[in-house]
């Protein structure tokens, strides 16, 4: 079991350092479509749920009725909402509480908000976070692990998409909000 899970962890360091370096390309193609984010949302809350053993009540999520779309690449799509989601789940330290919402803000521009009840972010490190390798200087959770390339990744790719990324924190202990802004098709 030990093994495996290292495995796991390997994999998973390996597949951050080859996306960070697919997001660099300049003139890597996305596979553009039509992507209803509600679905797109409940799907990537679903398999992280399942990835993680978490029950229904450590992510909810909320969205309007009406289908929210926007022109993107569906798998890079999904890469940001799970590193986004990990990332809340990880730095939640004991029951994870995250709150995923979908909103509209008017007809050009879809929101996503991802909120944890996690360790917060200090003001400084609030625009570091996005940073290649940086990782927050936490000396109460020093056994979180990981390459610093998450995030950085989710900029480079909501950027390619034409939106913005930033985070939202009251300081450390307090949690930490993620705002997704993209543009609707």
């Known amino acids: ?16 350092v ?13 596979n ?3 992507i209803d984010m509600g679905e797109l949302l409940t799907d990537t ?16 999520f909320s969205a309007p009725g009406d289908g929210i779309k926007v022109l993107g690449d569906k798998t890079e799509l999904q890469t940001v909402i799970t590193n986004l989601l990990d990332n809340a789940i990880k730095y939640s330290g004991g029951e994870p509480k995250v709150s995923v ?13 991802i909120k944890d009840n996690g360790i917060g972010i ?19 959770d020093t056994a979180v692990k990981g390459t610093g390339l998450g995030l950085a990744i989710v900029r480079s790719i909501i950027e390619k998409h034409g939106g913005k990324v930033k985070a ?17 098709s």
């Open 168 to 184: 939202e924190s009251k300081g450390e202990g307090k949690g930490a909000t993620f705002f997704v802004q993209l543009p609707r």
């Open 45 to 60: 809350i679903k398999t992280v749920r399942g990835q993680q053993h978490l029950s229904e009540a450590a992510i909810r």
């Open 1 to 16: 079991d030990i093994m495996l899970a290292d495995n796991q962890r390997l994999l998973g360091t390996v597949e951050q």
């Open 32 to 34: 553009l479509a039509e």
């Open 101 to 113: 919402r979908l909103r509209s803000s008017g007809t050009k521009t879809a929101e996503v908000y």
């Open 122 to 140: 200090a003001r400084g490190d609030l625009k570091r976070v996005f940073k290649r390798f940086y990782r927050v200087p936490n000396v109460t």
């Open 18 to 30: 080859l996306q960070a370096s697919r997001t660099r390309e300049k003139q890597r193609l996305m």
